[in-house]
C-alpha cells in the first residue's frame, strides 16, 4: 500500500506481488518446500523476496522514502498484532518489500523492530490512513475481484488468493462507507466482469491495457465530477 501525498493530498493504493510472483513462479523458487508425501510443509514462507527487491531496487529513483519528490507514506501490518503500520522515513526497499510480504507466501519483514506483513491483512486501501494524514479528497484505485467465475479457481493458493480479494473490496467499501461525509473520494471503477485468478499471470498485459482504456473513458464521461460511487466495488455476479 502507497500513499503519495500533494498540496491536495491523493491516495494510491495497491498491495501487488504480481510481478514477484510471476518471477517466483519457476520451480528454483520453490526449493525444499516438498516432504515425502508432496506436502508443503517449510514452516516460515513459501517463496523468497530476492526477485522483488531486485525489481525495486533497480527501478526505484530514489533511497530513503524521505527522498521522494512527494511525500509517500508506505503501509504495512505489524504481523504479531494485526496493527497497520505507516512507513515514511528509512530505506524505500525495504519498506516496499514489507508492504508486499503477503503472509505464508513470503516472510515477514524484521523493520523498526516490527515484524511486517502485507498492509492489506489490516488496510489493503489505506483510505482512514489518507484521511488522518488530512487528506480531504480521495482518488482509489481499487483492482476489483474475480466477479465472473463459473467455478473455483482450481488450486489451493488460487483459492486462497480469490478469497483474500473478495475480503479486500468488502473492508474498502466498509472504510469508504464510514468516511465523514465532508471527505470526497472517487473510486475508478475496477474491471468489470473479470475472470481468472490473481495467481494468472498470463492475462497482465491484456488486463492491463483494458483498465486503462476504461480509466480513460471514466475520465472523459466524468468520473471526477461524482463523488461517492462505489462502481463494482459491492458483492454482485453475472449470469453466464
Known amino acids: 500500500m502507497v500513499l503519495t501525498m500533494r498540496a491536495t493530498p491523493r491516495l494510491k493504493g495497491s498491495s501487488d506481488w504480481t510481478r514477484s510472483g510471476a518471477d ?26 530476492d526477485a522483488l527487491r531486485q525489481i525495486v531496487e533497480e527501478n526505484l529513483g530514489y533511497r530513503n522514502l524521505e527522498d521522494a ?14 496493527g497497520t503500520v505507516v512507513m515514511s522515513e528509512g530505506p524505500a526497499a525495504q519498506a516496499i518489500i514489507a508492504s508486499a510480504a503477503v503472509p505464508a507466501a ?19 486501501t489505506p483510505v482512514t ?9 480521495l482518488i482509489v484505485l481499487p483492482t476489483g475481484y474475480a466477479c465472473a467465475l463459473e467455478k473455483p479457481s482450481a488450486g489451493s493458493v488460487a483459492n486462497a488468493l480469490h478469497a483474500q480479494t473478495l475480503l479486500i473490496a468488502r473492508q474498502l467499501m466498509n472504510e469508504l462507507q ?29 488486463l492491463i491495457e483494458r483498465a486503462a482504456r476504461n480509466t480513460d473513458a471514466w475520465l472523459s464521461e466524468g468520473g471526477l465530477d461524482h463523488p461517492g460511487v462505489h462502481a463494482q466495488l459491492s458483492t454482485h455476479k453475472h449470469m453466464h
Do not use: M
Open 69 to 82: 519528490k512527494l511525500p509517500v507514506h508506505i503501509v504495512a501490518t505489524h504481523i504479531l498484532s494485526g
Open 24 to 49: 517466483c513462479a519457476g520451480a528454483t523458487c520453490f526449493r525444499d518446500v516438498e516432504d515425502d508425501n508432496g506436502f508443503l510443509y517449510r514452516r516460515d514462507f513459501l517463496v523468497t523476496s
Open 129 to 137: 490512513v489518507a484521511v488522518a494524514r488530512g487528506a480531504r479528497r
Open 106 to 124: 513470503f516472510e515477514p519483514v524484521h523493520f523498526n523492530d516490527l515484524y511486517l506483513a502485507d498492509g492489506a491483512v489490516s488496510s489493503n
Open 178 to 206: 464510514g468516511l465523514d461525509h465532508s471527505i470526497d473520494y472517487f473510486v475508478v471503477p475496477p474491471l468489470c466482469p473479470l475472470t481468472g485468478s490473481p495467481y494468472d499471470f498470463s492475462q497482465t498485459s491484456e
